[in-house]
T-cell receptor, first 109, second 111 residues
């Protein structure tokens, strides 16, 4: 299917565990993004990537790691999850506008 | 730095008009507008490029004032389907497609 997909859709994890959120796009867009959405804060940029092997920090990168070995994939890893990382995470890729995945609701307990 | 949106929330009756504003402290290359329904992903509405253009999309249009680094989204004769949270996204540099979003404006349309 064409588009951008995220997995998993829902995840519950314990404090201190490593978690990886997956993002896959079929458009071959150069730019990809990870945002987190929290009430009152809107969409905050965590990391973005201009191309394979090129990544850069956004507004709230602490505690997160990204990689992009292939154009179509852009996984986000929480190295040691904390309760403050409980959020909805959106991956997006850029055409003329940004096209978002369905989101991953992550709960850290 | 996130752009600032106003108002934070607005309630309208069906058929009324609304204006949502987005301002930045930095010079902008482009402004995007998105709508997000509850429990769903944001959906791209339109992009306005540096140059002060105005764009339309059905009864939803937007303008970009380059001198003031402000954009406004206009919703005319609002319909129930317009309900949702509207976000502006800003791009500062041509060639760097980093997109920074505002905190959103929640629009509620009542019959």
């Amino acid at each position: 299917d064409a588009g951008i997909t995220q997995s998993p859709r829902y995840k519950i994890t314990e404090t201190g565990r490593q978690v990886t959120l997956m993002c896959h796009q079929t458009w071959s867009h150069s730019y990809m993004f990870w945002y987190r959405q929290d009430l009152g804060h809107g969409l905050r940029l965590i990391y973005y990537s201009a191309a394979a092997d090129i990544t850069d920090k956004g507004e709230v990168p602490d505690g997160y790691v990204v990689s992009r070995s292939k154009t179509e994939n852009f996984p986000l890893t929480l190295e040691s999850a904390t309760r403050s990382q409980t959020s909805v995470y959106f991956c997006a890729s850029r055409g003329s506008g940004a096209f978002f995945g369905q989101g991953t609701r992550l709960t850290v307990v | 730095q996130q752009p600032v949106q106003s108002p934070q929330a607005v309630i309208l009756r069906e058929g009324e008009d609304a204006v949502i504003n987005c301002s930045s402290s930095k010079a902008l290359y482009s402004v995007h507008w998105y709508r997000q329904k509850h429990g769903e992903a944001p959906v791209f509405l339109m992009i306005l490029l540096k140059g002060g253009e105005q764009k339309g999309h059905e009864k939803i249009s937007a303008s970009f004032n380059e001198k003031k680094q402000q954009s406004s989204l206009y919703l005319t004769a609002s319909q129930l389907s317009y309900s949702g949270t509207y976000f502006c996204g800003t791009e500062i540099d041509f060639g760097n497609e980093k997109l920074t979003f505002g905190t959103g404006t929640r629009l509620t349309i009542i019959p």
